[in-house]
Every structure is written in C-alpha cells, then in structure tokens.
C-alpha cells in the first residue's frame, strides 16, 4: 500500500474536476481522473498531475452505471491499495428555459438525476467499504447554487442539486465516525462546460451581467472551487466538519440590499 493518499474525482477531465485533480496532485496525492467521453483531455490532466510529482490514472466511466462505480473504486485499490478521497464532481444537465415547461421530459429528469444524485450516491457506495477498512476518508459533493436557490440551467438540474444537497447530510449521518462528507455549492464559474452549454456571445454576456450582480464582484474559476473542495478534504480545519453544505458564490444567494439599508429613499 502507498503511503501517499489517494484521491477519486468524478468528471475530472476538464474544469473544476481537472482544477482538484491537479491540486491534490501539488498536494501529494495520488488521483484518479474519470471521464465519460474527453479521453484526450483527461490523458492530459493525469499528465498534468504526474508532472506535479503524483502518480496518475485515467478511468473511463459513467457514474449512473453501478458497476462503473465499482470497477473505478477496484482500480485505485488496485493501482495504490487505498481510497482516501472522493470528489463527486460528475454532472449533468439539459439547458432549458424555465417557462418552456414542455422543453424537459421524464427522461431528462431521469437522466439528469442518473448522474447528479444516484451517480453520487454510488459512489460513496463503492469507496465506502475501503474508507472505512482504513479508518479515515473524507468525500465533498460538488454542487449548484440552483439546488439552494432553484435558478439554473434547468429545472430538473436544479432539483437534482437541491437532492444532492440534502443526500448528503442523510449520509453524514450514517458514514461517521470513521469518513466525512460535505458539500460546496458555487454560484456561476468560468468554465468550457457553461460556455458550450449557452454559446460565446450569451456565456459572455451572463458572465459580465452576473459580475455587476455580486456583492464580491468576482465571478468564480474553476480553480477558486477546486480549493474549496479540497479544503473540506484535508484542512485540519475540517477535521470535526461534516454534513455542511457551504455556498461559495460571491454573495448571490444573499441578494441586492433593500433601499432602506443602502440609504437610498424609498
């Protein structure tokens, strides 16, 4: 067994994903990078991490596929004979304007909730055992400020996170002592995936839009998540936190002060 610690991270070829693989690689630990379809990307950011002095492995899965989640958990047991960390950072989505009710199916919430929640859910499933043979793990779901305010690219995405969200603290529950799990919720962030969902022209417009919104001014990178994430994974100041969904968003979700407490007249 390798006395570097070992890390999962669910779609991790690209943004936020590859932005905490490549941070617990600096760290010193050994990763996992998954991937549904992005193998060239996902061989660049295992390269990535093996430069940074880790070792490295790619694992193609889905993870609404069980067995998937079973086989990616062998693998790292396999390669380094443990699991330290998970990352559930896996989503997915069907961009569609709220009011066009008609514009999402039964299959697309079934789909969407495939990856966001059950995905998760078998995940923790398929690390757990080996978390707990070992006596320690920590795992961080990757969220949406849509599961907290109900506003995102869609309505069953939305609800998939808010599930998320709560599944999370029902494990808590039951994966104590020995493993914690917490969630990060982020607001927009300036990532490939968001901009091939709404096309260059809208993605830039949202993005300047949503800066003049923030309390903070700063719309977040997939790196600023990735260190959140991370945190909730090895910070000694995480050590006795678990089951806490922490929103990290610039100051969105508290709103626009009212007139009355800005000192305009109303």
Not at 121 to 145: F, T
Request: charged share 20%.
């Amino acid at each position: 067994m390798t006395e570097r610690k070992v890390a999962i991270v669910t779609g991790s070829a690209t943004g936020v994903g590859a932005a905490a693989c490549i941070l617990l690689a600096e760290r010193g630990c050994n990763v996992v990078v998954n991937y549904t379809r992005s193998k060239t990307e996902a061989e660049e950011t295992a390269e990535t991490c093996r430069s940074k002095g880790a070792e490295a492995i790619t694992f193609q899965a889905d993870v609404s596929d069980d067995d998937a989640c079973q086989a990616m958990a062998a693998a790292a047991v396999e390669e380094w004979g443990r699991i330290d960390y998970l990352i559930n950072n896996a989503a997915r989505t069907k961009f569609n304007p709220y009011p066009k009710l008609d514009g999402v199916s039964k299959d697309d919430f079934l789909n969407i909730y495939a990856v966001n929640v059950v995905g998760a859910y078998q995940m923790v499933r398929a690390v757990e055992p080996h978390m707990r043979k070992q006596g320690a793990g920590a795992i961080v779901n990757d969220s949406s400020i849509g599961g907290v305010t109900g506003i995102g690219s869609s309505i069953p995405y939305a609800a998939s996170k808010a599930a998320l969200n709560l599944m999370a603290k029902s494990l808590a529950h039951v994966l104590a002592p020995e493993i914690r799990i917490n969630t990060v919720v982020p607001g927009m962030i300036q990532t490939r995936w968001l901009r091939g969902g709404m096309g260059d022209e809208q993605y830039e417009a949202m993005l300047e839009s949503t800066r003049q919104q923030l309390p903070l001014k700063d719309v977040a990178t997939a790196e600023d998540i990735a260190e959140t994430l991370v945190f909730f994974l090895e910070s000694p100041g995480a050590r006795l936190v678990t089951g806490e969904t922490l929103i990290v968003d610039s100051g969105i979700h508290i709103g626009q002060l009212p007139p009355y407490s800005s000192g305009e007249e109303y």
